[in-house]
């Protein structure tokens, strides 16, 4: 079920493995967020993707900037220097390259089972941000 974290080491690991992972956190937790509003599935689903695409996230990505400690400045930067072999047609590069960090932050908490670190800085990303 749950990776422990002795069975990985999370400094070895790929940026893009974290960031596979934490597209995942992400998006349920705005998809938890977004449950709160009980509307109509279609209408929450249009929701989020706004909130999970690329130029969100970028926005995101530098959101967070200041209150990251150095180790995890180091993960948001691994996971945007990484060498992704496409980027999505409607994505601009630099944003879907800091999309990619910010993922990998939220993926490598996750597997180091700081989910308070993981709820602190969702909370510091602007709910309503939305990009489209």
Same mark, same amino acid.
């Given at each position: 079920?749950?990776?422990? %974290?002795?069975?990985?080491?999370?400094?070895?690991?790929?940026?893009?493995?974290?960031?596979?992972?934490?597209?995942? /956190?992400?998006?349920?937790?705005? =998809? %938890?967020? #977004?449950?709160?509003?009980?509307?109509?599935?279609?209408?929450?689903?249009?929701?989020? /993707?706004? +909130?999970?695409?690329?130029?969100?996230?970028?926005?995101?990505?530098?959101?967070?900037?200041?209150?990251?400690? %150095? %180790?995890?400045?180091?993960? #948001? =930067?691994?996971? +945007?220097?990484?060498?992704?072999? +496409? /980027?999505?047609?409607?994505?601009?590069?630099?944003?879907?390259?800091?999309?990619?960090?910010?993922?990998?932050?939220?993926?490598?908490?996750?597997?180091?089972?700081?989910?308070? =670190?993981? #709820?602190?800085?969702?909370?510091? #990303?602007?709910?309503?941000?939305?990009?489209?």
């Amino acid at each position: 079920m749950f990776v422990e %974290e002795e069975d990985v080491d999370l400094h070895t690991l790929s940026p893009i493995t974290l960031a596979f992972l934490g597209d995942a /956190v992400f998006e349920l937790l705005v =998809r %938890e967020q #977004l449950a709160k509003e009980n509307a109509p599935a279609g209408k929450l689903h249009q929701k989020a /993707v706004k +909130r999970v695409c690329c130029s969100a996230q970028a926005v995101g990505y530098d959101a967070l900037q200041e209150v990251l400690t %150095e %180790e995890e400045r180091s993960v #948001l =930067r691994r996971g +945007r220097n990484a060498n992704s072999t +496409r /980027v999505p047609k409607n994505a601009n590069p630099q944003e879907y390259r800091k999309a990619t960090g910010l993922e990998a932050l939220f993926g490598y908490l996750y597997l180091k089972k700081e989910t308070g =670190r993981i #709820l602190e800085l969702f909370a510091l #990303l602007d709910p309503e941000q939305e990009i489209g």
